[in-house]
C-alpha cells in the first residue's frame, strides 16, 4: 500500500481533478471518529467545512452502514449527489419490502443473545447490526454473535470494527452502489475512502479508482491509505486545493469573444 498523502500519490490526485471524478467516502471511522456510542458520531466542523467545498465543486456521495435517514441528518447541507445507507442497499428508491425479514432475524437474534453483556442490536431497517465493543470478552461475543447470524435464512453476514453485520443476500453492497452512481452521474473515476472490512466491496469495484483504507491492511483491496482517521481533513484539504487550481487555470485559459480570432468557427 502506498501512502496517500505522499508525493506521487498527491500527483495522481492532481489528475482525478483534471477529469470526471465520483468523490466517495464512508461516514463512521472515515468522515467521523469511531465513538463507542453511534449516536453520538459527528463530523468536526474543519471536515464538514473541506467536504462541503468539494462537493460544491465535484460530485461527492457517502455510502454508509448507518440507516439513510440517519445518514442524511449528519450529512445535512453538505450538498452531496447521494447518500446511501445500509452497506449500499439504501437508497432514496430502496424497497422497504425486507423489512418484515429483517424483524425476524432480530426476533431470532435477541433471545439467543441476552445473555452476552454488553452486546445489542441495531434494527436499521434495511440491516442488522450486532454491536460487542462494551463486551468484556469480545472475542468470545464475536463468535457467539456469528453462530447465532449464520443460522438465519437470507442473511447476508460481513464483520466491522466491533460489530456484525447482517443484510439480505440480495441487497446491494458498497461496491455495486459505488458502481450505480459512478454510471448515473456520468463519471470515469471514482476516489473512495473507507476504514474496514465492509469497505472492501468498493475497494475492489473494477475500473479507475483510487481506494483509499484508514490504516495500513495488506489483507486490503485498498492500494493507498491514510494514517489514522484524522487524516482525512489532510486529504479533503488537497482535494479541494487540486480542484481550485483546475478552475483558475481553467478561467485564466478563458478567451472572451473579442479576442477570438476573425474568420474562425
Known amino acids: 500500500m502506498e501512502y496517500a498523502l505522499s508525493r506521487s500519490a498527491r500527483q495522481l490526485l ?10 466517495a467516502f464512508d461516514f463512521d471511522g472515515t468522515l467521523s471518529p469511531i465513538v463507542s456510542n453511534p449516536d453520538h458520531a459527528v463530523m468536526s466542523r474543519r ?19 448507518r440507516g439513510r435517514a440517519d445518514l ?4 445535512s447541507g453538505v450538498g452531496l449527489a447521494q447518500a446511501i445507507g445500509n452497506h ?31 452486546v445489542w442490536v441495531e434494527d436499521k431497517d434495511l440491516s442488522l ?3 460487542y465493543r462494551q463486551a468484556p470478552k469480545s472475542s468470545d461475543a464475536r463468535c457467539r454473535i456469528l453462530a447465532a447470524a449464520r443460522t438465519l435464512p437470507h442473511a447476508r453476514v460481513f464483520g466491522g470494527k ?3 453485520n447482517l443484510v439480505l443476500d440480495t441487497a446491494p453492497h458498497k461496491g455495486q452502489a459505488l458502481a450505480a452512481e459512478r454510471d448515473r452521474l456520468g ?11 465492509t469497505d472492501e466491496d468498493a475497494f475492489a469495484l473494477c475500473g479507475n479508482i483510487v481506494p483509499v483504507r484508514i490504516g495500513v491492511s495488506q489483507r486490503s483491496h485498498a492500494r493507498y491509505y491514510l494514517r489514522t482517521q484524522r487524516e482525512i481533513d489532510r486529504l479533503l484539504a488537497v482535494l479541494v486545493r487540486k480542484t481550485k487550481a483546475v478552475e483558475n487555470a481553467l478561467v485564466g485559459h478563458t478567451v472572451s469573444p473579442a479576442d477570438q480570432p476573425q474568420g474562425q468557427l
Request: with cysteine.
Open 14 to 23: 492532481a489528475q482525478l481533478s483534471c477529469e470526471r471524478t465520483l468523490y
Open 47 to 65: 471536515t464538514r467545512g473541506l467536504l462541503t467545498c468539494l462537493a460544491a465543486a465535484r460530485p461527492c456521495i457517502v455510502v454508509s452502514g
Open 72 to 75: 442524511m441528518q449528519r450529512v
Open 88 to 118: 449500499g442497499a439504501e437508497t432514496s428508491e430502496a424497497s422497504r419490502a425486507p423489512r418484515r425479514r429483517i424483524a425476524q432475524w432480530k426476533a431470532a437474534l435477541e433471545p439467543a443473545l441476552r445473555d452476552l453483556p454488553g
Open 129 to 131: 447490526a450486532v454491536h
Open 162 to 164: 466491533r460489530v456484525v
Open 187 to 197: 463519471c470515469d473515476w471514482v476516489l473512495y475512502v473507507g476504514d474496514d472490512k
